[in-house]
């Protein structure tokens, strides 16, 4: 299976499925002499990991990460640092139950990768969806907590800012209510709401999609290149190749296409130096595919999990009709542990810019303070 990379000069490889012994990746292309602990990456592993409430899959795994090559420290370093080398980490699974899935092995489930995958390779894991599993977004989360350093000054936040077709009020945001819910979400009113909409849906036996929003700061004007090397086309990529996800948007995105010019435009006005303010931000931080110092905001639809207990038609390998439920533990909602994945596809794309623009430009870069 090709395909498994993404990045040019930060370069993120994964590996392993979900009812496998362990699932990674290789981080090449870290610059050397970054600081990096596995208290740094267990954090962020931490807020995606399952079975952290009863609106998320119910399997237990701790999600300990390993440093396996890319880091050193001894007597004469007061701190661990990267080498510059292939950063390797690995995630044990340590709770899965195959056979849960015993029960589906012929059978292919509506709005899962079953079908096209067997069709692709003639094999297929039915175990959990193997590879297709978001599970394997554990380590994507691992790598993004190193891009994080890469950049200075970068800061890589995402909320859940609709559940279903509940939108959260715009006017109640606030960052610091994120930690204080179960949602990832800004909107305590939401999150209220949200948790006992969650039961109902949950105890159903059903599922709900949900929309996530995810915002860098600290982005450095110039990243990003014309005509195929745009910072929102690689995004964009990114984020949809996160399991479920069905839609992407940068800034005002598809509500642009609502407003007039006058309204989408970001004006502009002379700022502090030589950089310009602008009095909105409806482009996301990024014109002509080149970030321009704003925030970089951008959105992604995720659908509702497939696997329901709800009866649904479908048919076997051997095309015959059949009805299939899916056991197991699953996410209610898949959209809220999306949030620090996002996050992470986020931070990774913009070190990789970071490092590509450095290196074609070198140090008469636009950076910012403190950046090198």
Known sequence: MSHNSFGHLFRVTTFGESHGPA?????????????????????????????????????????????????????RMPQQVTTGTPIALMIENVDQRSKDYSDIRDKYRPGHADYPYDIKYGVRDYRGGGRSSARETAARVAAGAIARKVVPGLRVRGALVQMGPHAIDRGNWDWDEIARNPFFCPDAQAAAFYADYLDGIR???????????????????????????????EIA????????????????????????????????????????????????????????????????????????????????????????????????????????????????????????????????????????
Request: a neutral charge.
């Open 23 to 75: 699932l990674g990746c290789v981080v090449d292309g870290c610059p050397p002499q970054i600081p990096l602990t596995v208290a740094e990456i267990q954090a962020e592993l931490d807020r995606r990991r399952p079975g952290q409430s009863r609106f998320t899959t119910q399997r237990r795994e701790p999600d300990q990460v390993r440093i396996l090559s890319g880091v050193f420290q001894d007597e």
């Open 203 to 233: 105890k159903s036996g059903s599922s709900v999609g949900a929309v996530i929003e995810v915002v860098a700061e600290g982005v450095p004007p110039g990243l990003g290149a014309p005509v195929y090397g745009k910072l929102d086309t």
């Open 237 to 372: 990529a990114a984020l949809m190749s996160i399991n479920a996800v069905k839609g992407v948007e940068i800034g005002a995105g598809f509500a642009a296409a609502a407003l007039t010019g006058e309204e989408n435009a970001d004006e502009m006005r002379p700022g502090n130096g030589d950089a310009p303010t602008f009095t909105s931000n409806q482009a996301g931080g990024i014109l002509g595919g080149i970030s321009t110092g704003q925030p970089v905001v951008a959105r992604f639809a995720v659908k509702p999990t497939s696997s329901i207990l709800t009866p649904r038609a479908t048919v076997t390998r051997d095309n015959a009709e059949a009805d299939i439920l899916t056991r197991g533990r699953h996410d209610p909602c898949v959209g809220i542990r999306a949030v620090p994945v996002g996050e992470a596809m986020l931070a990774c794309i913009i070190a990789d810019h970071y490092l590509r623009h450095r290196g074609q430009v070198g140090k008469s870069a636009p950076w910012p303070a403190g950046g090198s």
